[in-house]
T-cell receptor, first 114, second 113 residues
Framework: SQQGEEDPQALSIQEGENATMNCSYKTSINNLQWYRQNSGRGLVHLILIRSNEREKHSGRLRVTLDTSKKSSSLLITASRAADTASYFC??????????????FGKGTHLIIQP | NAGVTQTPKFQVLKTGQSMTLQCAQD?????MYWYRQDPGMGLRLIYYSASEGTTDKGEVPNGYNVSRLNKREFSLRLESAAPSQTSVYFC????????????FGPGTRLTVT
């Protein structure tokens, strides 16, 4: 079952604008991660935020986590053409749920228009 | 330092044929994973191996078997391929057993006709 769900499914913005995508999940977590996938490639880890953290920054990325709402957001500032990719949130289950590994959402496809 | 490598990159099988997808990592990670990615579905965990010598089922294990050959290598076998197994398969590895950053291979695109 899908633990995380990203919103929107697709987003198209102009280069230089900020891009925000959201993730909602269903059960308690230890941490939440964001990954990027360029077309036809494997996933690349962007950032991890722990359940006791509310905000984290890495370069042009800002991630927030609201455990009371079971949601997270990823903000990419000053977007570039190279940011065009699909972005996925991934969670691990606090209880383990009988399986390790991560549970991924369906992703947000981001297109940066030059 | 190649990271996570997968072979083959592409494969076409007929229904009922078998094949093994190979994965290797050179980062000395304990945990390894197999996922499949279908259009519009995100990634789903097939099997994982928390350490050398152990394997466990994930969300969608039916129709697959795995072998953790050694710390570096984790293979995925389809004994009798079905069209429903048409997908892109990703191998990943991580240091931590659960919840840590994972490093992904480039994927194997499998088509079953």
């Amino acid at each position: 079952s899908q633990q995380g769900e990203e919103d929107p499914q697709a987003l198209s913005i102009q280069e230089g604008e900020n891009a925000t995508m959201n993730c909602s999940y269903k059960t308690s977590i230890n941490n939440l991660q964001w990954y990027r996938q360029n077309s036809g490639r494997g996933l690349v880890h962007l950032i991890l935020i722990r359940s006791n953290e509310r905000e984290k920054h890495s370069g042009r990325l800002r991630v927030t986590l609201d455990t009371s709402k079971k949601s997270s957001s990823l903000l990419i500032t000053a977007s570039r053409a190279a940011d065009t990719a699909s972005y996925f949130c991934a969670t691990d289950l606090l209880s383990g749920g009988g399986a390790d590994g991560l549970t991924f959402g369906k992703g947000t496809h981001l297109i940066i228009q030059p | 330092n190649a990271g996570v490598t997968q072979t083959p990159k592409f494969q076409v099988l007929k229904t009922g044929q078998s094949m093994t997808l190979q994965c290797a990592q050179d980062m000395n990670h304990n945990s390894m994973y197999w996922y499949r990615q279908d259009p519009g579905m995100g990634l789903r965990l097939i099997y994982y191996s928390a350490s050398e010598g152990t394997t466990d089922k994930g969300e969608v294990p039916n129709g697959y078997n795995v072998s953790r050959l050694n710390k570096r290598e984790f293979s995925l076998r389809l004994e009798s391929a079905a069209p429903s197994q048409t997908s892109v398969y990703f191998c990943a590895s991580s240091e931590a057993r659960a919840g840590g950053e994972q490093y992904f291979g480039p994927g194997t695109r499998l088509t079953v006709t």
